[in-house]
């Protein structure tokens, strides 16, 4: 999954400014959403994930205007 300027990918602390909220809330709150529709973990085999979330199915989702 891309990770451009134009994606629509955007990490964790970029997809919580968009949304006005904590990236923790966020990370604690991703069982809201279809892990592989909404967000993916961008290193699967890290020690830590690094999640990229779909900034319009998020939005989407949470009926929230971007």
């Known amino acids: 999954m891309p990770n451009s300027p134009n994606s629509p990918w955007f990490p964790t602390s970029a997809m919580a400014q968009a949304l006005g909220i904590n990236p923790k809330t966020l990370i604690r709150n991703r069982k809201r959403f279809k892990e ?3 967000y ?4 699967p ?10 900034h ?11």
């Not at 993916?40 to 290193?43: G, P």
């Not at 085999?45 to 779909?54: A, E, I, L, Q, V």
């Open 45 to 54: 085999f890290g020690d830590r994930p690094s999640y990229r979330w779909h």
């Open 40 to 43: 993916y973990n961008a290193n």
């Open 56 to 66: 319009k199915r998020i939005f989407k989702t949470l009926k929230v205007n971007p």
């Open 36 to 38: 592989g529709h909404h």
